[in-house]
């Protein structure tokens, strides 16, 4: 598993992003990645990379060592989303880090994932449940900024990201494509 806990390190992540001299934060990187995943897109190395390299915005294109961990985080996250074991890990900032700066990180992770959703066209139309869960992400995204560290706003946060796992979960199981076939989520 140390593969897979590389490829959610979100100061590796925030490291290049500056050595890139992006534009973009890492946050939004997954989140992109994770909505279009879950609305049933498939990429190939090659296309992940250069979504990814549009996404990052950098002054400098990846390295190969950027590259590596950028494919690392491509198959890591659809290997958690294919897997029933309720496992996604959100590339965010540590518990250690400021709680403004984890709910900004969280809220630029939604937005991002509604972009990435958006993207991929589907056939059927989405449950309403569905269409909650995107439209609190677009509630999440609006986050306040001025969060002072207290044990209420940890709690609350804490609740908001676990909801913000499972809801992925819930729109990646109700958008395969029929041939990839997954057992329905709910997230009641």
């Known amino acids: ?25 890492p946050a939004e990187l997954h989140g992109h990645l994770a909505g279009r995943l879950s609305a049933g897109a498939r990429l190939e190395h090659a296309g992940w990379l250069d979504v990814a390299r549009e996404l990052i915005d950098g002054r400098s294109a990846p390295g190969e060592a950027d590259r590596v961990l950028l494919i690392q ?14 496992a996604l890990t959100l590339l965010l900032p540590s518990d ?4 403004e700066q984890r709910a900004q990180a969280l809220g630029q992770w939604c937005e991002a994932f509604l972009g990435g959703f958006g993207l991929v066209s589907r056939e059927q139309a989405l449950s309403e449940e569905a269409e909650g869960v995107l439209a609190d992400f677009a509630a999440i995204a609006q986050v306040q900024t001025d969060l002072d560290e ?36 709910s997230l009641h």
């Open 1 to 25: 598993m140390l593969r897979m806990s590389a490829a959610f390190d979100y100061d590796r992540f925030d490291q290049m992003f500056r050595q890139l001299g992006a534009a973009g934060f």
């Open 73 to 86: 985080l491509h198959d890591a996250t659809l290997a958690q989303l294919s897997d029933s074991g309720f």
């Open 96 to 99: 250690e880090a400021p709680i």
């Open 150 to 185: 207290s044990e209420a706003n940890e709690v609350d946060f804490m609740e908001v990201m676990e909801y913000v796992r499972m809801a992925v979960l819930l729109l990646f199981s109700e958008c395969q494509p029929a041939g990839r076939d997954q057992p329905p989520a």
